[in-house]
């Protein structure tokens, strides 16, 4: 059950939390959007009551949500590209918008040194899997985490568990879903502000009777299918 138990645990021990969640994994269109989320925990009760992970909430309320965070919340949204997740493949571009959205956070977060310098963070990851920030830095040069002492962990379900997650989840699908509908102007047979750029039938119709766009994941095996049968 969602609670704020792993947070206050963690506020006890004095150590700052930091929950991450993505949207756009299995989508055939479009970038992966990753979000970085912190909020200072003496607040936690000026939070909106129905924060949860992002899939049992309507759009309508998402964007109420966002809407009624205040100051005491911080957030980093990042995205990778369609060019990179054909590219590294989709578990190394979901480090690459993880870490671009961590870093920006904490970046922010650091402006502030009576507050967080010298402070322990933990990094929590919705998911079974913890992302390889550090050969992610040697390959991609990639600036490392300006954080004085940090600890990196993946907790299943995570969005259905922690607040802090599911509202990383929410900025995070919101975010992505309001791409997808500017793409959808641009694109309008495509039908991107209904389907978001997962794999449904009008999608796949759409394809096949326009074709393959440069926004699709050419790298997922349902568009190399259809590429190969449309050439």
Not at 106 to 121: A, S
Not at 174 to 196: A, C, G, N, V, W
Not at 213 to 222: A, E, Q, T
């Amino acid at each position: 059950m969602i609670s704020f138990d792993i947070e206050r645990d963690l506020y006890k021990k004095d150590i700052i939390m930091i929950g991450v969640d993505e949207a756009g994994r299995g989508s055939w269109a479009g970038p992966l959007v990753s979000t970085a989320c912190w909020f200072e925990f003496t607040k936690y009760k000026s939070l909106h009551s129905e924060i949860n992970d992002s899939k049992k909430l309507k759009s309508s309320k998402r964007r109420e949500i966002i809407l009624s965070l205040e100051n005491f919340v911080k957030y980093s949204s990042s995205v990778a590209s369609v060019n990179e997740i054909d590219k590294y493949g989709l578990s190394f571009a979901n480090a690459i918008a993880m870490k671009r959205s961590i870093f920006s956070l904490t970046h922010e977060l650091n402006k502030d040194p009576k507050m967080y310098n010298k402070k322990n963070f933990c990094i929590y990851i919705d998911g079974k899997f913890k992302p390889d920030f550090e050969n992610l830095d040697i390959f991609l040069q990639f600036k490392k985490l300006n954080l004085y002492n940090f600890s990196l962990e993946a907790l299943v379900k995570g969005d259905s568990l922690s607040k802090t997650i599911a509202l990383a989840s929410i900025i995070s699908k919101e975010t992505r879903d309001t791409i997808m509908r500017q793409l959808s102007r641009k694109h309008p047979s495509y039908f991107f502000d209904s389907h978001f750029g997962y794999g449904t039938n009008n999608h796949k119709n759409a394809i096949l009777k326009n074709g393959i766009l440069d926004l699709h994941r050419k790298s997922f095996k349902p568009i190399a299918t259809i590429y190969s049968k449309i050439n």
